[in-house]
């Protein structure tokens, strides 16, 4: 197998141009020491917010300012070490950037305390006294929204003094992952020793027409994370039961609901996205798994053989500038404004593709407010990896287009529809590939691409995590223990009940959850990929059935950033995120590629 080349030895071509963030070091030193030195013009404000409306405002004016200014510095130093985790150097920047980041998040944290105090009637006369603090609005009223869940000064300040303690479940899953779990590498028909990762298996070798490497790099996998299933497992239960005791005592009716409340999603949303469509798109799941097993000729498939490719000796490659014409065109029914942004990510080297040592392997978009975000990929030239880049370039825009017309504060993508601009842009990639694919082989391949990555790795898997979150929250929430061989069952019933009998449930797949972060983030984060993906389909219908219309509305949406409540946003899509038909939608959309699928293979 080819060894990865050092960073330096890469082609500048493949790689980003950080020097539109800093262009020299000493530039990015002396951001550091600007931030260091701002943060007293806004805690110079501390305990004067009740003063007046001006006071409120300058106070607010002048965080965002620190907190862009912060935002180009952190941006930086994370991109570094996306780039080379294993720079000596990196990693001091990224660790400075990290205690700085935490030093203006404590100072300014009064400002949330002393908003919350002020007396409703207070926050309704400044609001009509000033009218620059309009724009912070659905800010203020956000925070005012937190009062009724907020416990007594003295309890904050306990709580807060506890950080450490609190987050003690999640320093020990990255303790345990970074310190004891090892993967042992793996060979592929060649003799070729291959490395296993989480990332590298779950986006690229179970993907490989080798299932000897395959089965091989899924059993290192599992026997990796089973040496620490214990220790992982209490980890998990420890945060889980963290999370119901703190709900409990903010006064949420459960810990699903104190989630809901951070990602300012209604409850029918947030369980009908997970109920609908379980039901509705697992019958069509298991005709896909029947046919995936007839083709492949296998008497069962595990969990190593579910995105496995339907024909292994047919694999098109495609060079960077063919992918970027075919992401330009696929993407074009956006709009001019839309396409503009795509072309320059490609001219002005926004995306990073090289595969040097150190780089990460998860596919990444990062972006600083004051300049413009960067995508962190490899490319390997194969259809996978033009879909990836599409979708990473759906964040592009969306960061893009929130910053430059948002304030900073009002410019943070709201997290349940983060995946939708990105897993719009995927599924207009695949659409337009099945709708010029006149060779039946490529129309196959682009259909089983549409199911296994755009559905499978955005929605399906995302769906039974969320679905797992979700038992065990409620589990915590009515005081039941939770041992890792509860873990275990849970897991493991949730993939029976899904697959039925098409999927082989082993102890390796009820293991699947201790792979994964997600599960110690607050607010949760799968179902954002399965919302993500849901509601792109329904935006893709409206594109399809009113064009430009549509797609003008879809560009406004992604201006307003974080200015807008999820249901709000896509409100102005035309969307209505309450109604059940648009998941319902995705799930049929999901039952006719498979029926074309299955009537390609007949």
Same mark, same amino acid.
């Given at each position: 197998?080819?060894?990865?080349?050092?960073?330096?030895? $890469?082609?500048?071509?493949?790689?980003?141009?950080?020097?539109?963030?800093?262009?020299?070091? +000493?530039?990015?030193?002396?951001?550091?020491?600007?931030?260091?030195?701002?943060?007293?013009?806004?805690?110079?404000?501390?305990?004067?917010?009740?003063?007046?409306?001006?006071?409120?405002?300058?106070?607010?004016?002048?965080?965002?300012?620190?907190?862009?200014?912060?935002?180009?510095?952190?941006?930086?130093?994370?991109?570094?070490?996306?780039?080379?985790?294993?720079?000596?150097?990196?990693?001091?920047?990224?660790?400075?950037?990290?205690?700085?980041?935490?030093?203006?998040?404590?100072?300014?944290?009064?400002?949330?305390?002393?908003?919350?105090?002020?007396?409703?009637?207070?926050?309704?006369?400044?609001?009509?006294?000033?009218?620059?603090?309009?724009?912070?609005?659905?800010?203020?009223?956000?925070?005012?929204?937190?009062? +009724?869940?907020?416990?007594?000064?003295?309890?904050?300040?306990?709580?807060?003094?506890?950080?450490?303690?609190?987050?003690?479940?999640?320093?020990?899953?990255?303790?345990?992952?970074?310190? +004891?779990?090892?993967?042992?590498?793996?060979?592929?028909?060649?003799?070729?020793?291959?490395?296993?990762?989480?990332?590298?298996?779950?986006?690229?070798?179970?993907?490989?027409?080798?299932?000897?490497?395959?089965?091989?790099?899924?059993?290192?996998?599992?026997?990796?994370?089973?040496? /620490?299933?214990?220790?992982?497992?209490?980890?998990?239960?420890?945060?889980?039961?963290?999370?119901?005791?703190?709900?409990?005592?903010?006064?949420?009716?459960?810990?699903?609901?104190?989630?809901?409340?951070?990602?300012?999603?209604?409850?029918?949303?947030?369980?009908?996205?997970?109920?609908?469509?379980?039901?509705?798109?697992?019958?069509?799941?298991?005709?896909?798994?029947?046919?995936?097993?007839?083709?492949?000729?296998?008497? $069962?498939?595990?969990?190593?053989?579910?995105?496995?490719?339907?024909?292994?000796?047919?694999?098109?490659?495609?060079?960077?500038?063919?992918?970027?014409?075919?992401?330009?065109?696929?993407?074009?029914?956006?709009?001019?404004?839309?396409?503009?942004?795509?072309?320059?990510?490609?001219?002005?080297?926004?995306?990073?593709?090289?595969?040097?040592?150190?780089?990460?392997?998860?596919?990444?978009?990062?972006?600083?407010?004051?300049?413009?975000?960067?995508?962190?990929?490899?490319?390997?030239?194969?259809?996978?990896?033009?879909?990836?880049?599409?979708?990473?370039?759906?964040?592009?825009? /969306?960061?893009?287009?929130?910053?430059?017309?948002?304030?900073?504060?009002?410019?943070?993508?709201?997290?349940?529809?983060?995946?939708?601009?990105?897993?719009?842009?995927?599924?207009?990639?695949?659409?337009?590939?099945?709708?010029?694919?006149?060779?039946?082989?490529?129309?196959?391949?682009?259909?089983?691409?549409?199911?296994?990555?755009?559905?499978?790795?955005?929605?399906?898997?995302?769906?039974?995590?969320?679905?797992?979150?979700?038992?065990?929250?409620?589990?915590?929430?009515?005081?039941?223990?939770?041992?890792?061989?509860?873990?275990?069952?849970?897991?493991?019933?949730?993939?029976?009940?899904?697959?039925?009998?098409?999927?082989?449930?082993?102890?390796?797949?009820?293991?699947?959850?201790?792979?994964?972060?997600?599960?110690?983030?607050?607010?949760?984060?799968?179902?954002?990929?399965?919302?993500?993906?849901?509601?792109?389909?329904?935006?893709?219908?409206?594109?399809?059935?009113?064009?430009?219309?549509?797609?003008?509305?879809?560009?406004?949406?992604?201006?307003?950033?974080? $200015?807008?409540?999820?249901?709000?946003?896509?409100?102005?899509?035309?969307? +209505?995120?309450?109604?059940?038909?648009?998941?319902?939608?995705?799930?049929?959309?999901?039952?006719?590629?498979?029926?074309?699928?299955?009537?390609?293979?007949?």
């Amino acid at each position: 197998m080819q060894s990865r080349q050092n960073r330096t030895e $890469s082609p500048e071509a493949l790689l980003w141009n950080l020097r539109e963030v800093y262009a020299t070091r +000493d530039e990015w030193e002396t951001d550091v020491r600007h931030v260091e030195e701002a943060i007293s013009t806004v805690t110079t404000y501390q305990e004067r917010l009740a003063e007046g409306a001006a006071v409120c405002l300058t106070c607010l004016r002048a965080r965002d300012a620190l907190q862009a200014r912060l935002d180009k510095v952190t941006c930086y130093a994370g991109l570094l070490m996306l780039a080379d985790a294993t720079s000596p150097d990196h990693q001091a920047l990224y660790g400075r950037a990290g205690m700085l980041a935490a030093e203006v998040t404590a100072a300014l944290g009064f400002i949330q305390n002393e908003i919350a105090a002020l007396p409703g009637e207070t926050i309704t006369t400044y609001l009509q006294e000033e009218p620059g603090l309009e724009t912070y609005r659905r800010q203020i009223e956000r925070v005012r929204a937190r009062r +009724d869940h907020m416990l007594s000064e003295e309890t904050e300040a306990a709580l807060a003094a506890l950080g450490d303690t609190l987050d003690a479940p999640w320093n020990l899953y990255q303790q345990i992952n970074a310190a +004891d779990v090892s993967f042992a590498p793996v060979r592929d028909a060649a003799g070729n020793e291959v490395p296993v990762s989480v990332g590298g298996f779950l986006l690229y070798l179970i993907q490989s027409p080798d299932r000897e490497l395959r089965q091989q790099a899924w059993e290192s996998l599992s026997a990796g994370i089973g040496g /620490h299933k214990a220790a992982l497992g209490t980890t998990l239960a420890t945060f889980l039961q963290r999370n119901a005791t703190l709900a409990r005592l903010r006064r949420f009716d459960s810990t699903v609901d104190m989630h809901l409340s951070e990602l300012q999603v209604p409850p029918v949303v947030y369980h009908n996205v997970l109920d609908i469509l379980y039901d509705e798109l697992a019958p069509h799941m298991r005709r896909l798994m029947r046919l995936r097993q007839r083709v492949l000729g296998l008497p $069962s498939l595990h969990f190593c053989d579910v995105l496995a490719p339907l024909e292994p000796d047919y694999d098109p490659a495609y060079a960077l500038p063919e992918a970027e014409q075919q992401i330009r065109a696929a993407l074009a029914s956006l709009g001019e404004e839309y396409s503009v942004i795509i072309a320059t990510a490609f001219r002005d080297r926004w995306i990073d593709v090289a595969d040097n040592v150190g780089k990460t392997d998860i596919p990444m978009t990062m972006w600083a407010y004051n300049v413009h975000p960067f995508i962190a990929t490899v490319w390997h030239g194969r259809l996978y990896d033009v879909s990836v880049l599409a979708h990473e370039l759906g964040h592009v825009v /969306h960061g893009t287009l929130s910053c430059q017309n948002q304030i900073i504060s009002n410019s943070e993508v709201g997290l349940f529809l983060l995946e939708t601009p990105s897993t719009l842009n995927q599924l207009l990639h695949g659409l337009y590939l099945l709708e010029h694919a006149t060779d039946p082989r490529l129309r196959r391949c682009v259909l089983q691409h549409l199911l296994d990555v755009v559905f499978s790795i955005n929605m399906i898997f995302g769906l039974l995590e969320a679905r797992f979150e979700r038992s065990l929250a409620n589990m915590a929430d009515a005081h039941q223990p939770i041992t890792t061989e509860v873990l275990m069952q849970v897991q493991g019933q949730l993939f029976e009940d899904f697959y039925g009998e098409t999927l082989v449930v082993d102890e390796r797949l009820k293991l699947v959850w201790a792979l994964f972060p997600h599960f110690y983030y607050n607010p949760p984060r799968w179902a954002t990929y399965v919302a993500g993906l849901a509601y792109a389909c329904a935006i893709v219908e409206a594109l399809r059935t009113e064009g430009p219309a549509a797609a003008e509305r879809w560009v406004r949406a992604l201006k307003a950033g974080g $200015s807008l409540a999820p249901v709000d946003l896509m409100q102005v899509t035309g969307i +209505d995120m309450t109604d059940p038909e648009p998941l319902r939608s995705a799930a049929r959309l999901f039952g006719r590629l498979v029926t074309e699928l299955e009537q390609s293979l007949d």
